[in-house]
């Protein structure tokens, strides 16, 4: 008898939606020309990436102009980040700030700046997983260059107080950057509403394909670039455009729009249920960081005398697939640097694990992880003779 499988993983990425992949086709075969050609087959390519740019402004509240195309989040951070601080760095100011809760792509292009000797101040988080603004206020300097703070957490799913956070950098004269990778599609952004000068997304996180992303830069703001070429991307991004992928990016956004509040309703109801039912059937259970502003479909919740790899393997032999944390870091050993930074204790940073619902999530998937997480739970415990904690 086949496995019934059930995917709670949409943090680390989503399924594609049929409607972008027929998109996504059909402009592989039949629109083929270069962009920056300027025949009709060229024209035809242009056309397309002007449509998809203006659906993924539409996403974030944005003009098309101000929207950059990349490979993805990764490559969005590190060019939001390294693009603003080096425009900056002829100017002196050579400080820049983020939170120790970023993604790696965010937390690893810090110390790459940092050993090109740029200073870094790395913000802490209590247990909540949310950013202080006074913390903020603090550690602001007058030569701190950037601000990046994410806007949702990919691990706990928190959301930050982003509008005030940028309001703060604004007054030291400092830019502010939003990795929104895992907001975006998810939850209504307003670039202007936030205060924020760059913003990164990326199409996999909303049913878009992998490879491709946007970064929003703010009108008039001046970035040096990360890679040097040809003049596309209005000379922001070298390199000829992967048409498919943005015109795919493109429809994925557009579909998010109109759903996204009743979708939002929807999962947070089932990831409350969820979180509700886990938490009464197994002790030594609790969520990790604040659970009252969170992305509608994540919830991270520790299990004591668990070890979370076990767990998501047993989950995974009974169909269930969940994760220990974020993707990019899958296959190490190491806690999660999210959990740890919040300050829980050992045995709730290595025993967690991370539901992340979607589309295709139905009430009849979450009674069924329901059912069988109790029963492998005390199974994976039985090998220990440790107590659980209450």
Same mark, same amino acid.
């Given at each position: 008898?086949?496995?019934?499988?059930?995917?709670?993983?949409?943090?680390?990425?989503?399924?594609?939606?049929?409607?972008?992949?027929?998109?996504?086709?059909?402009?592989?075969?039949?629109?083929?020309?270069?962009?920056?050609?300027?025949?009709?087959?060229?024209?035809?390519?242009?056309?397309?990436?002007?449509?998809?740019?203006?659906?993924?402004?539409?996403?974030?509240?944005?003009?098309?102009?101000?929207?950059?195309?990349?490979?993805?989040?990764?490559?969005?951070?590190?060019?939001?980040?390294?693009?603003?601080?080096?425009?900056?760095?002829?100017?002196?100011?050579?400080?820049?700030?983020?939170?120790?809760?970023?993604?790696?792509?965010?937390?690893?292009?810090?110390?790459?700046?940092?050993?090109?000797?740029?200073?870094?101040?790395?913000?802490?988080?209590?247990?909540?997983?949310?950013?202080?603004?006074?913390?903020?206020?603090?550690?602001?300097?007058?030569?701190?260059?950037?601000?990046?703070?994410?806007?949702?957490?990919?691990?706990?799913?928190?959301?930050?107080?982003?509008?005030?956070?940028?309001?703060?950098?604004?007054?030291?004269?400092?830019?502010?950057?939003?990795?929104?990778?895992?907001?975006?599609?998810?939850?209504?952004?307003?670039?202007?509403?936030?205060?924020?000068?760059?913003?990164?997304?990326?199409?996999?996180?909303?049913?878009?394909?992998?490879?491709?992303?946007?970064?929003?830069?703010?009108?008039?703001?001046?970035?040096?670039?990360?890679?040097?070429?040809?003049?596309?991307?209005?000379?922001?991004?070298?390199?000829?455009?992967?048409?498919?992928?943005?015109?795919?990016?493109?429809?994925?956004?557009?579909?998010?729009?109109?759903?996204?509040?009743? @979708? &939002? +309703?929807? /999962?947070?109801?089932?990831? *409350?249920?969820?979180?509700? %039912? =886990?938490?009464?059937?197994?002790?030594?259970?609790?969520?990790?960081?604040?659970?009252?502003?969170?992305?509608?479909?994540?919830?991270?919740?520790?299990?004591?005398?668990? @070890? &979370? +790899?076990? /767990?998501?393997?047993?989950? *995974?032999?009974?169909?269930? %697939? =969940?994760?220990?944390?974020?993707?990019?870091?899958?296959?190490?050993?190491?806690?999660?640097?999210?959990?740890?930074?919040?300050?829980?204790?050992?045995?709730?940073?290595?025993?967690?694990?991370?539901?992340?619902?979607?589309?295709?999530?139905?009430?009849?998937? =979450?009674?069924?992880?329901?059912?069988?997480?109790?029963?492998?739970?005390?199974?994976?415990?039985?090998?220990?003779?440790?107590?659980?904690?209450?």
């Amino acid at each position: 008898m086949a496995v019934q499988r059930i995917y709670l993983d949409h943090n680390a990425t989503t399924p594609i939606h049929p409607q972008v992949v027929e998109r996504m086709a059909a402009t592989l075969r039949d629109t083929y020309g270069n962009p920056s050609s300027v025949h009709h087959f060229g024209q035809q390519a242009k056309a397309a990436l002007d449509e998809a740019r203006s659906a993924v402004a539409a996403l974030v509240g944005a003009e098309p102009s101000e929207v950059v195309f990349t490979s993805g989040g990764t490559e969005g951070d590190n060019f939001a980040i390294r693009g603003a601080a080096e425009a900056l760095e002829a100017g002196g100011r050579r400080h820049l700030i983020t939170s120790a809760i970023e993604h790696e792509a965010v937390l690893n292009t810090m110390k790459a700046l940092a050993k090109r000797g740029w200073r870094t101040t790395v913000l802490p988080v209590g247990e909540t997983g949310i950013v202080s603004p006074a913390d903020l206020e603090a550690a602001l300097a007058d030569d701190t260059a950037l601000v990046s703070i994410m806007h949702a957490n990919n691990e706990i799913g928190t959301i930050q107080p982003i509008g005030e956070l940028a309001g703060l950098a604004h007054k030291r004269g400092a830019l502010f950057h939003t990795d929104a990778v895992q907001s975006a599609g998810k939850l209504p952004i307003d670039v202007k509403r936030l205060g924020v000068d760059l913003l990164t997304t990326s199409a996999h996180k909303f049913y878009g394909p992998k490879g491709v992303g946007a970064t929003w830069v703010r009108r008039g703001l001046r970035l040096l670039p990360i890679l040097y070429g040809g003049r596309h991307e209005r000379s922001r991004r070298a390199g000829t455009e992967n048409v498919a992928g943005i015109v795919g990016m493109g429809v994925a956004a557009r579909l998010a729009v109109p759903t996204m509040a009743s @979708e &939002a +309703e929807r /999962l947070a109801a089932l990831r *409350d249920h969820l979180e509700t %039912a =886990v938490l009464a059937a197994i002790p030594g259970t609790a969520v990790n960081g604040a659970r009252a502003q969170r992305v509608p479909n994540t919830t991270n919740i520790s299990f004591d005398r668990t @070890e &979370a +790899e076990s /767990l998501l393997i047993a989950l *995974d032999l009974a169909g269930i %697939a =969940v994760s220990t944390g974020s993707a990019c870091s899958s296959g190490t050993l190491e806690p999660s640097h999210v959990l740890k930074a919040m300050g829980l204790p050992p045995h709730r940073t290595q025993n967690s694990i991370r539901f992340s619902l979607g589309h295709a999530t139905t009430a009849a998937d =979450v009674e069924r992880v329901v059912a069988v997480l109790p029963g492998i739970v005390d199974k994976l415990r039985s090998l220990t003779r440790v107590p659980v904690r209450a």
